[in-house]
């Protein structure tokens, strides 16, 4: 599925990954960013790049393993808690070799577990464990405020988007060979 034959496996090949649901308010700025990277990756036609969109955070274990696909870089987006203000868009790098995300503490809290209570920081913490997280992972984080069934975007997560395609974009550019 994500595998792209005109491009050589481990040679500046990068993953996006929207996390979220489309239908609880800010949950949905995820696959809403990633939608809108993807619609860049065409236009600039930048080869190598694969955007998906993930409700569920225990898929993501499957997409970060190196033995299934090697990744130069993966940003993963989501709807976070911080304690900044709504819309605040932060950048971590949550990789292998980097400090678990509990040692991030109050810096960076990913949003809300799914229905099952595991989450963005459950599926990082078990691919770190597993030794199947890329080197390069990174977090683009949007602060979020209203995770209502059915609701759009808040004003500030909305107004957000723009500025959190744009650390994407920085992310695939920083990691290209």
Known sequence: ???????????????VI?????DR??????????????GVVVERQMPG???????????????LDPHRERWDTVVVIDAVHSGAAAGTVAVID?????PSLATAGARFDPGPAGTHGFGLAGAIELSRALDRLPPRVLIVGVEAVDFTHGAPLSGPVAAAVGTAVDAVLDALAAGTP
Request: no cysteine; net charge negative; glycine share 16%.
């Open 49 to 63: 790049v694969h955007v998906v969109e993930q409700e569920d955070p225990t898929a993501l274990v499957e997409l």
């Open 1 to 15: 599925m994500l595998d792209d034959p005109g491009h050589p496996r481990g040679v500046g090949r990068s993953l």
């Open 94 to 98: 949550v990789g292998a070799g980097q």
């Open 18 to 22: 929207g996390l979220g649901s489309p």
């Open 25 to 38: 308010g800010d949950d949905a700025i995820g696959p809403t960013i990633a939608a809108a990277v993807a």
